[in-house]
């Protein structure tokens, strides 16, 4: 199975900040990777797919950069409305795997 | 609007079955792949299981973790998807998702989510 890592677990920041999350696969997962912000209580929202494409009604301050085992999600302007967990998954092989989460709080 | 609507959650013995289903409007459901994935109290998201569609075979896929215990389905005329849960354990509580995949050049990924169903296995 492939094994996803985000750092940090948790990440304390300021309205206006650019802030950046790191995800890590066990093995080359190409570009097939998704990026999902979660609010307590509700369902995940897709963000970012092939880990670049921003999805359709996604604010342009979210962007997904990244291949083989390595990616990142960026937060240019930190809002109000994005303090959530994020999390992401590969969805290059079977069992489809996700990320620990990474908690955006309000510094 | 797309929308996809869990049912079916509930209270259940350890041992017992329980049956989800999820009912999907204002997309072609017969097009789409479509996935179960689960979030444990306090806990992060984890991968259940998919159904491909019709073109595909309908073939499944699971998680080792309720590989021979749960069961994927769908009714294409119905635009639902179930989930068939036996030999229920108390980690197998949580919140359970459907969520419907498009493809991406070969690759499906989960891009529509219900609200989720809960379930509890306890005595």
């Known amino acids: 199975d492939i094994q996803m890592t985000q750092s940090p677990s948790t990440l304390s920041a300021s309205v206006g900040d650019r802030v950046t999350i790191t995800c890590r696969a066990s093995q080359s997962i190409s570009s097939w990777l998704a990026w999902y912000q979660q609010k307590p209580g509700k369902a995940p929202k897709l963000l970012i797919y092939q880990a670049s494409s921003l999805e359709s009604g996604v604010p342009s301050r979210f962007s997904g950069s990244g291949s083989g085992t390595e990616f990142t999600l960026t937060i240019s302007t930190l809002q109000p409305d994005d303090f959530a967990t994020y999390y992401c998954?590969?969805?290059?092989?079977?069992?489809?795997?996700f990320g620990g989460g990474t908690k955006v709080e309000i510094k | 609007e797309v929308q996809l609507v869990e049912s079916g959650g509930g209270l259940v013995q350890p041992g017992g079955s329980l049956r989800l289903s999820c009912a999907a409007s204002g997309f072609t459901f017969s097009d789409h792949y479509m996935d179960w994935v689960r979030q444990a109290p306090g806990k992060g998201l984890e991968w259940v299981g998919r159904?491909?569609?019709?073109?595909?075979?309908?073939?499944?896929e699971y998680a080792a973790s309720v590989k021979g215990r749960f069961t994927i389905s769908r009714d294409d005329s119905k635009n639902s998807l179930y989930l068939q849960m036996n030999s229920l354990k108390s980690e197998d509580t949580a919140v359970y998702y459907c969520?419907?995949?498009?493809?991406?050049?070969?690759?499906?990924?989960?891009?529509?989510w219900g609200k989720g169903t809960t379930v509890t296995v306890s005595s």
């Open positions: 159904t491909r569609n019709k073109v595909n075979s309908y073939t499944t």
């Open positions: 969520a419907s995949s498009r493809p991406s050049r070969g690759r499906y990924y989960m891009d529509v």
């Open positions: 998954q590969q969805h290059n092989s079977y069992p489809l795997t």
